[in-house]
């Protein structure tokens, strides 16, 4: 069983920066990889970024590259997003998502319930 809660969204201006966070916890399962997801008013849910929590690569969508960082911190189970240059267009609810091994070899999926982020004037 895995807990994800999303934090630090808030209103920004456009040009401005802001830091969101997710933090997993529960027992039983190990960290394969999390991410995060948007979805803007009327629009489908959308990827954002992605790190592997052994390794820590990263993967980014075309629309957030050289603006937003993934990063983790594997002692907290904790996911960042720091996002610089923001524009309206990233208004969204952001979504932390959990791919976890169950068991030994068993991939489960976790979303959280969503931090919202406003860019506006």
């Known amino acids: 069983q895995v807990r994800l809660v999303e934090s630090g969204g808030g209103l920004v201006q456009p040009g401005g920066s802001l830091r969101i966070s997710c933090a997993a916890s529960?027992?039983?399962?190990?960290?394969?990889?999390m991410a995060w997801y948007r979805q803007a008013p009327g629009k489908e849910r959308e990827f954002v970024a992605l790190?592997?929590?052994?390794?820590?690569?990263?993967g980014y969508a075309d629309s957030v590259k050289g603006r937003f960082t993934i990063s983790r911190d594997n002692a907290k189970n904790t996911v960042y997003l720091q996002m610089n240059g923001l524009k309206p267009e990233d208004t969204a609810v952001y979504y932390c998502?959990?791919?976890?091994?169950?068991?030994?070899?068993?991939?489960?999926?976790?979303w959280g319930k969503g931090t919202l982020v406003t860019v506006s004037s």
């Open positions: 998502n959990v791919g976890a091994v169950v068991g030994v070899l068993i991939i489960m999926t976790y």
């Open positions: 529960g027992s039983g399962f190990r960290i394969n990889t």
């Open positions: 790190v592997t929590w052994s390794d820590g690569n990263t």
